[in-house]
T-cell receptor
């Protein structure tokens, strides 16, 4: 299995809702990432998990809460989002050490906040 | 990480070679040049990387100038499916767990 699987592919949520994005990989990668991508912009790093521990938080608002329950799963819990949080949320994984050619990205969850 | 400069957009005729330039004049000796691309509605995909020597794989060729201040990604026979945003990234190969994307070049392959 050489893929990163993200669910759901599309999500519409209200500003008072709580929802979660899910990411799964079975490549044995020990580093996992969340990126946010606005339309016509490059992906921006949000969080990095290394060996199931949060190692980098790029000053992301607390309404985004990441979780890494095990080495194959990465979640992003969403609560009280704003319309400007609408974006494509990408998950990626890599071998520990982050060799740049080893990043595998999922196809993303397209989030719309209404 | 060194900063990269890429043209915002380029067009290429189907079947012709697509040559995508990247300037990285502040590159350090331990920094590699990586190329990723992102096809519409998909996640970024690794293409190729190199340090000093030119590199070739089944997807593309990477030409790095002798002074390493610039490079060119070559898609030898572009197809419509190569229409995507191409990102040139410069960083050490052991730079911890961060991959940072710049603006990229939007390549449009036309029939």
């Amino acid at each position: 299995d050489t893929e990163v699987t993200q669910t759901p592919k599309h999500l519409v949520m209200g500003m008072t809702n709580k929802k979660s994005l899910k990411c799964e990989q079975h490549m044995g990668h020990r580093a996992m990432y969340w990126y946010k991508q606005k339309a016509k912009k490059p992906p921006e790093l949000m969080f990095v998990y290394s060996y199931e521990k949060l190692s980098i938080n790029e000053s992301v608002p607390s309404r985004f809460s990441p979780e890494c329950p095990n080495s194959s799963l990465l979640n992003l819990h969403l609560h009280a989002l704003q319309p400007e949080d609408s974006a494509l949320y990408l998950c990626a994984s890599s071998q520990q050490g982050g060799l740049s050619y080893g990043y595998t990205f999922g196809s993303g969850t397209r989030l719309t906040v209404v | 990480d060194a900063k990269t400069t890429q043209p915002t957009s380029m067009d290429c005729a189907e079947g012709r070679a697509a040559n995508l330039p990247c300037n990285h004049s502040t590159i350090s000796g331990n920094e590699y040049v990586y190329w990723y691309r992102q096809i519409h509605s998909q996640g970024p995909q690794y293409i190729i990387h190199g340090l000093k020597n030119n590199e070739t794989n089944e997807m593309a060729s990477l030409i790095i100038t002798e002074d390493r201040k610039s490079s060119t990604l070559i898609l030898p026979h572009a197809t419509l499916r190569d229409t995507a945003v191409y990102y040139c990234i410069v960083r050490p190969n052991n730079a911890g767990n961060m991959l940072t994307f710049g603006g990229g070049t939007r390549l449009m392959v036309k029939p």
